[in-house]
């Protein structure tokens, strides 16, 4: 179950992923690991209560209309959505093929989204944290952080890197 905390401790939870990248990430690239996965982290539980709506929406359209993203936005209840079966907890139960999987859910969002993580330069990110045995443990870290919405408001969330 993840840890509810507030604005104040999230900004230590951050500086202790920083602690534990230290040694492949040089201290002004932090924010390319922190960053982009407190964003992933926060949407992942924005989205999780409306998952299984949309994963049933795009199974039952996918193929059958021409622009499911009404649909799939309406599902997730948001102007964006995810259509991997892939949540945080879901990847790290399968750590040995934990990036092709967060590639996976990542390609899964809609492109609004996926444009979002294309700007972090992402996917550099994540072969660095694999390569370098950090992907996994700054993985579950974040997964041990509840960031949504309901214990964490949008304004504290904006503010979390600032410390």
Request: hydrophobic letters at 35%.
């Amino acid at each position: 179950m993840p840890t509810v905390m507030k604005r104040e401790q999230i900004v230590g939870f951050c500086w202790s992923v920083a602690d534990l990248i230290r040694d492949k990430f040089k201290r002004g690239k932090y924010q390319d690991v922190i960053l982009p996965l407190t964003v992933l982290r926060r949407i992942d539980c924005v989205l999780e209560p409306n998952k299984n709506k949309v994963l049933e929406a795009y199974a039952k359209y996918e193929g059958k209309l021409d622009n499911l993203e009404p649909l799939l936005r309406k599902a997730a209840g948001f102007s964006f959505y995810n259509t991997s079966k892939y949540t945080f907890d879901r990847l790290l139960a399968d750590h040995t093929n934990l990036a092709a999987n967060l590639r996976n859910y990542i390609n899964g969002f809609s492109d609004n989204m996926r444009t979002v993580f294309e700007k972090f330069e992402f996917d550099r990110t994540l072969t660095k944290l694999d390569s370098g045995n950090l992907l996994y443990q700054v993985m579950e870290r974040f997964n041990s952080v509840d960031m949504s919405p309901q214990h964490l408001s949008n304004h504290d969330m904006g503010t979390i890197t600032v410390g």
